[in-house]
């Protein structure tokens, strides 16, 4: 993070919104999660939520009962505090299937990374994930941590009716969709998992924070344990 950070941004009458950097930046998102669990431990009159992302803070508080100027000063004086003890993050496997049938662009990446299509499949299964935000789309799970070989631009033109489950990455980015959409992602397999947990106390699979990594499916488990899930 620069000298120019953490700043501090109002949105409406109703947010502030606590960015520590512009671009993708391992400190700035450990700052995020740093002030991610002192508001949990010491929230302040009027706070209603706050949703961290991957280099910022949305602050979001009831304007009857705070302002601005209170909540900045609440989150600055969070920020000189020693970051509070967490629990360890939880540990996640993924099931995912890489089947020629469910992996229609992985060719195409390996093509473009130089590579064969096996050793896609290992450096994908070789690294660990990172869940560093929740965006776009219920339970889209932005996960760090893609291998730099395998991190690619995002493809010209969106293609659509991208199946849940999909497994999808770009950039320095991978997720697990769990609706059916248009992406202009790359297409590596797809997952079995349940995501969207149906718990209202714990709406999705991950929290922010949390480590995941990839394990190989044949079709036959694929097809075993989406029935078990999602039947």
């Given at each position: 993070?620069?000298?120019?950070?953490?700043?501090?941004?109002?949105?409406?009458?109703?947010?502030?919104?606590?960015?520590?950097?512009?671009?993708?930046?391992?400190?700035?998102?450990e700052?995020?999660?740093?002030?991610?669990?002192?508001?949990?431990?010491?929230?302040?009159?009027g706070?209603?939520?706050?949703?961290?992302?991957?280099?910022?803070l949305?602050?979001?508080?009831?304007?009857r009962?705070?302002?601005?100027?209170?909540?900045?000063?609440?989150?600055e004086?969070?920020?000189g505090?020693?970051?509070?003890?967490?629990?360890?993050?939880?540990?996640?496997?993924?099931?995912?299937?890489?089947?020629?049938?469910?992996?229609?662009?992985?060719?195409?990446?390996?093509?473009?990374?130089?590579?064969?299509?096996e050793?896609?499949?290992?450096?994908?299964?070789?690294?660990?994930?990172?869940?560093?935000?929740?965006?776009f789309a219920?339970?889209?799970?932005?996960?760090?941590?893609?291998?730099?070989?395998?991190?690619?631009?995002?493809?010209?033109?969106?293609v659509?009716?991208?199946p849940?489950?999909?497994?999808?990455?770009?950039?320095?980015?991978?997720?697990?969709?769990?609706?059916?959409?248009?992406?202009?992602?790359?297409?590596?397999?797809?997952?079995p998992?349940?995501?969207?947990?149906?718990?209202?106390?714990?709406p999705?699979?991950?929290?922010?924070?949390?480590?995941?990594?990839?394990?190989r499916?044949?079709?036959?488990?694929?097809?075993?344990?989406?029935?078990?899930?999602?039947?």
């Amino acid at each position: 993070m620069s000298a120019d950070f953490p700043r501090f941004t109002p949105v409406a009458d109703h947010a502030l919104l606590v960015e520590f950097a512009e671009t993708q930046d391992e400190a700035a998102h450990e700052a995020v999660l740093a002030l991610d669990a002192a508001l949990s431990q010491a929230p302040c009159p009027g706070l209603r939520e706050w949703v961290p992302a991957i280099v910022n803070l949305l602050v979001v508080f009831d304007p009857r009962a705070s302002d601005h100027a209170a909540i900045r000063a609440h989150v600055e004086g969070l920020l000189g505090r020693p970051r509070p003890e967490t629990a360890a993050p939880r540990r996640h496997e993924v099931g995912v299937c890489y089947d020629e049938s469910l992996a229609p662009d992985l060719d195409e990446v390996a093509d473009r990374a130089g590579m064969s299509p096996e050793a896609v499949i290992a450096a994908h299964l070789g690294a660990e994930y990172r869940v560093t935000m929740y965006g776009f789309a219920p339970g889209y799970a932005y996960l760090a941590g893609i291998p730099e070989a395998l991190r690619l631009d995002r493809k010209t033109a969106p293609v659509r009716g991208v199946p849940d489950g999909s497994v999808i990455i770009a950039g320095a980015q991978c997720l697990v969709t769990t609706l059916t959409m248009p992406t202009g992602w790359w297409r590596l397999g797809r997952s079995p998992a349940k995501i969207l947990t149906g718990d209202e106390a714990a709406p999705f699979l991950f929290d922010v924070g949390d480590r995941v990594r990839f394990t190989r499916l044949t079709l036959d488990e694929y097809h075993r344990q989406t029935e078990r899930n999602h039947g």
